[in-house]
């Protein structure tokens, strides 16, 4: 059974930081492309950052809101994806979820495309307060 799950969420200050992760299990972890989305109250879904596959070329992408402040990186070994989030803001504040791609789709070094994104955690909340 694929299950990708999400923990790390919660409330923070404007300005701190969470790290996200998101447990892979029940397929080649290393031959997906990873990413994290987010959807606040009353907004469609944003995918804010991903990687491409181990087998792939290393392609990460951040969309603008996020660039400088997150970090997406993967532990394949563990079967592990995280989002490190600094530098808060509560216009961070949503459910941000992960997701996995097939080898070759879903990020690209301008975009990430999500539509090619097949598995999908169930999402974590993070709260930053002003």
């Known amino acids: 059974e694929v299950q990708l799950v999400e923990s790390g969420g919660g409330l923070v200050q404007a300005g701190g930081s969470l790290r996200l992760s998101c447990a892979a299990s029940?397929?080649?972890?290393?031959?997906?492309?990873i990413g994290w989305f987010r959807q606040a109250p009353g907004k469609s879904r944003e995918g804010i950052a991903c990687m491409h596959s181990t087998v792939g070329d290393g392609t990460t992408y951040y969309t603008d809101s996020v660039k400088g402040r997150f970090t997406i990186s993967r532990d394949n070994a563990k079967k592990m994806m995280y989002l490190q989030m600094n530098s808060l803001k509560p216009e961070d504040t949503a459910v941000y979820s992960c997701?996995?791609?097939?080898?070759?789709?879903?990020?690209?070094?301008?975009?990430?495309?999500?539509?090619?994104?097949?598995?999908w955690g169930q999402g974590t909340q993070v709260t930053v307060s002003s």
């Open positions: 029940g397929f080649t972890f290393d031959d997906y492309a």
């Open positions: 997701a996995t791609a097939d080898s070759g789709w879903g990020c690209f070094v301008d975009h990430i495309a999500g539509t090619d994104y097949e598995y």
